[in-house]
């Protein structure tokens, strides 16, 4: 069983192709998770924060989705950190899926070798 320490969050949106290959991914290796949806549950701001200091806004923030070409070309130009954080905390959707947390190491996108390394090991009893 995995500790509360140890537990796999996935961020994102559950209509979302990627999260949708995401979930299966896990799912299909019995690999215990947790999904936040951002539609229904959001993001706070403390979450936006974490993830900013992890990657940055040139990251985290989907810059080819229509959320971020709604949003007026003056603040998208001037966007810092800072900004990004209430940004996505208004919007959501903004940010790249998944976003993947075990402990203290965050993943950003759909990368296999990347869910392998931050997975535990399953052990066949």
Not at 98 to 117: H, N, Q, S
Request: contains cysteine; aromatic residues 10%.
């Amino acid at each position: 069983m995995i500790s509360e320490n140890e537990k796999i969050i996935i961020y994102g949106i559950k209509n979302c192709d990627t999260i949708k290959k995401t979930k299966i991914w896990f799912d299909l290796r019995k690999i215990a998770y947790t999904f936040h949806d951002f539609k229904t549950l959001g993001c706070e701001k403390s979450i936006a924060l974490s993830m900013l200091k992890e990657f940055g806004h040139q990251t985290l923030i989907n810059r080819r989705g229509t959320t971020w070409r709604k949003i007026p070309q003056i603040e998208r130009e001037a966007i810092t950190d800072e900004t990004a954080a209430n940004l996505i905390v208004n919007f959501p959707s903004l940010i790249k899926r998944p976003v993947i947390k075990r402990k203290t190491t965050w993943l950003v996108g759909y990368d296999e070798l990347a869910f392998e390394r931050i997975c535990p090991p399953i052990h066949d009893i």
